[in-house]
């Protein structure tokens, strides 16, 4: 595609509830990486995958947190039991090889915990 | 741990003044400092980029300019306009690395 597409673009769920965030990579970026902004602060990196693996996913604030990436595209980010403290903006970044130039950033998943 | 501490966390300009946002990092190993801009609702898109082999860019109205020294970069921007109200974020990088760290933002208010 054009840019990086994620969705749902707003996602509101109770406290407890799993939810699922989706991105869709630029055609060809091997690279992909999910990154957490939550309101007043910077970019926290959350998990860098090649391909479909994962090399790093030293981000991951606990193990309710999880992705995966097949196709070497579409990426699922998911979050068992969510909590308050994870109401944030889930940003998605693709780029054609693995280095911190060259990112393109979705427009992002803002999550709302209630 | 912040790597990179971002200053101010706002600012408000007069159209045509000039916005200045001041970075500062710690790991000397950094060699890739880039700016994103942020509009609302919208991911970060990057703005203008620096290594460490010179000490100031200029893009348009927009300038790095950068100290080794002292681990500090600093974005300016010229002539500020009301479209450059956003939200802007300096980050580094090791160019063989694949992370950005990024500072904590700078919200950027151009009145008309």
């Known amino acids: 595609g054009a840019g990086v597409s994620q969705s749902p673009s707003n996602k509101v769920t109770e406290k407890g509830k799993d939810v699922e965030l989706r991105c869709d990579p630029i055609s060809g970026h091997t690279a992909l990486y999910w990154y957490r902004q939550r309101l007043g602060q910077g970019l926290e990196f959350l998990i860098y995958f090649q391909g479909n693996s994962a090399p790093d996913k030293s981000g991951l604030p606990s193990d309710r947190f999880s992705a995966e990436r097949t196709g070497e595209s579409v990426s699922t980010l998911t979050i068992q039991r969510t909590q308050q403290e994870d109401s944030a903006v889930y940003l998605c970044a693709s780029s054609l090889i693995h280095r911190g130039y060259g990112y393109t950033f979705g427009s992002g998943t803002r999550l709302t915990v209630v | 741990q912040q790597q990179v501490k971002q200053s101010p966390q706002s600012l408000i300009v007069q159209k045509g003044g000039i916005s200045i946002i001041n970075c500062a990092y710690e790991?000397?190993?950094?060699?890739?400092f880039p700016w994103y801009q942020q509009f609302p609702g919208k991911g970060p898109a990057l703005l203008i980029a620096i290594r460490p082999d010179v000490s100031e860019k200029k893009e348009g109205r927009f300038t790095i300019s950068f100290n080794k020294s002292a681990k500090q970069f600093s974005l300016h921007i010229m002539d500020s306009q009301p479209g450059d109200s956003a939200t802007y974020f300096c980050?580094?990088?090791?160019?063989?690395?694949?992370?950005?760290?990024f500072g904590a933002g700078t919200t950027v208010t151009v009145r008309a």
């Open positions: 790991n000397t190993a950094f060699d890739y």
């Open positions: 980050a580094a990088s090791r160019s063989n690395d694949y992370k950005l760290s």
